[in-house]
Structure formats: C-alpha cells, structure tokens
C-alpha cells in the first residue's frame, strides 16, 4: 500500500531515536507526497508542557515551513496527509479536524484516548469536513515501538504513594 511508504520511514527513524517519544508523525502534501514539511515527536516530557503532542509538533513545523515557502497554510493543511504511528488523541484529533487536514493514516489505535476510531469517532465530530482515515497499518511495529518507550522508565513520572510504598518495602533490610 503507497500510504505506508512514509509512514515505515517514521517508524525507522522512531526505531533510531532515544529520545522519549511514543508517537511520530510526518505531514506530506499533494503532488509532494513524500515530501516531508512537518515532523513531529512528543515532547510532553522534554517540555514539561502536556499539549506538545507529536501532532502540535509537527502542524508548527509545517507553519514555518509554509512562512518560509510563501504558502498558505490553510490550503497546505487541506491537502495534507498526516501519518501517525498512535491513533491521535482527542485533543490532536480535535485540532485536526479545525485544520480539515485530508487524511490521516495510522499505526495502533489508542483506546484509552483515541480521538479518530478508538474514543471518539469520525462521525461524532460536527464538522462539514470528514478526515479519511486509514487505521491500523503495520500495527505490530508500532505497539513494539510503543512498548519500548514505556518499557524505559520515565523520568517525569511522578511516583503514587503506592509505588513510593513499595519502594521502601524493598529496602526494609535494615
């Protein structure tokens, strides 16, 4: 399938990184399918900021790319392909919608949070502009990507009192 050509090039740069990413996306538009303008990974521990989702990332870089290409971006949003390695949260997917971005392709559904297929759907959201959706493409790379991350520790993670507990049960030698 042609739309999961740039989607595996995410997911082998994602395969590469070290960073503290469990979503990657890459904006292309129309006769310049391949042509990547925004990318995008998560950022919410790096920043400390809880909206800078990999989506967010990505539109702002695609916006600077339109500043610097004397493009409208409005127009480049709609005939923009976003291809995702997590099903969009409800947030991102709300912005999306705004944005009329064309379609978004994407690997694991994200059932917890999911703003396209999984939470939400397509049709809940009252927009004249329908995004078309392709899901679940290659989705055992991309659960054994997001498995990886959240098989590291995360260092921004605040411990419960549980977990805190159950720390010092296991140094109780003393």
Same mark, same amino acid.
């Given at each position: 399938?042609?739309?999961?050509?740039?989607?595996?090039?995410?997911?082998?740069?994602?395969?590469?990184?070290?960073?503290?990413?469990?979503?990657?996306?890459?904006?292309?538009?129309?006769?310049?399918?391949?042509?990547?303008?925004?990318?995008?990974?998560?950022?919410?521990?790096?920043?400390?900021?809880?909206?800078?989702?990999?989506?967010?990332?990505?539109? #702002?870089?695609?916006?600077?790319?339109?500043?610097?290409?004397?493009? +409208?971006?409005?127009? &480049?949003? =709609?005939?923009? /392909? *976003?291809?995702?390695?997590?099903?969009?949260?409800?947030?991102?997917?709300?912005?999306?919608?705004?944005?009329?971005?064309?379609?978004?392709?994407?690997?694991?559904?994200?059932?917890?949070?999911?703003?396209?297929?999984?939470?939400?759907?397509? #049709?809940?959201?009252?927009?004249?502009?329908?995004?078309?959706?392709? +899901?679940?493409?290659? &989705?055992? =790379?991309?659960? /054994? *990507?997001?498995?990886?991350?959240?098989?590291?520790?995360?260092?921004?993670?605040?411990?419960?009192?549980?977990?805190?507990?159950?720390?010092?049960?296991?140094?109780?030698?003393?």
């Amino acid at each position: 399938m042609i739309d999961e050509l740039p989607k595996h090039d995410r997911l082998n740069e994602h395969e590469r990184s070290a960073g503290g990413m469990h979503s990657g996306i890459q904006l292309s538009a129309g006769s310049e399918r391949f042509r990547d303008y925004g990318r995008g990974i998560n950022e919410v521990n790096k920043t400390k900021n809880p909206t800078r989702h990999a989506e967010f990332v990505a539109i #702002e870089e695609a916006e600077q790319w339109c500043k610097d290409s004397d493009q +409208s971006f409005d127009q &480049v949003m =709609r005939n923009t /392909s *976003l291809y995702v390695t997590l099903e969009p949260c409800i947030m991102c997917a709300s912005a999306l919608y705004l944005l009329e971005i064309r379609k978004i392709v994407f690997g694991a559904c994200n059932p917890r949070f999911g703003g396209l297929k999984s939470v939400a759907s397509n #049709e809940q959201y009252q927009h004249d502009h329908q995004i078309e959706l392709i +899901s679940e493409v290659d &989705v055992d =790379r991309s659960i /054994s *990507l997001l498995k990886r991350f959240y098989g590291r520790e995360n260092r921004m993670h605040r411990k419960t009192k549980e977990e805190q507990s159950k720390e010092c049960d296991t140094h109780s030698d003393y």
